[in-house]
């Protein structure tokens, strides 16, 4: 089907936060007995997974601007999940770190995380898990980064 200018075409935008709305939904349910989102556990996640990543660096990894992911980091730091430390190299520059309660709290929720893993991935069908799972990875890979936005 070939869509112009006059067709209506559903927004692709709505669409995906509708249903990342949802997902989410089910993956804050599972972690909530350990006291996470997912928001935060993907955070943590990803501060373990790296070797000491800055603000900047986490943020372009995740695809989030930095002034939303210090926002996100506030909490988890004052919980003394995580820490912010200056790099000894560039003293403008935080680094993040797990602390040993976030390691042990990343490690426990693990299962609540596999639980909504596995809630979602039996609702859509194994075949399905896997052919969204690579076409979301395409679309990321097609769209690239966002360019900044001019002054």
Do not use: N
């Not at 900047?56 to 430390?85: C, I, K, N, S, W």
Request: a positive charge; hydrophobic letters at 40%.
């Amino acid at each position: 089907m070939i869509v112009g200018p006059a067709t209506a075409f559903p927004c692709i935008c709505a669409r995906l936060r509708r249903t990342t709305r949802r997902v989410s939904q089910i993956y804050d349910r599972h972690l909530e007995p350990h006291g996470l989102t997912i928001s935060q556990f993907g955070v943590m996640a990803q501060v373990r997974a790296g070797d000491a990543p800055s603000i900047g660096q986490l943020a372009d990894r995740m695809v989030m601007d930095p002034t939303t992911l210090t926002r996100a980091l506030r909490p988890l730091e004052r919980r003394g999940l995580l820490t912010l430390t200056p790099d000894p190299a560039d003293r403008r520059t935080r680094r993040l770190a797990l602390t040993e309660p976030g390691r042990a709290l990343l490690k426990s929720a693990r299962k609540g995380w596999e639980a909504a893993q596995a809630e979602v991935r039996a609702a859509l069908g194994e075949e399905a898990s896997t052919a969204l799972v690579l076409h979301l990875d395409d679309t990321l890979a097609r769209l690239g980064t966002v360019p900044a936005a001019e002054p």
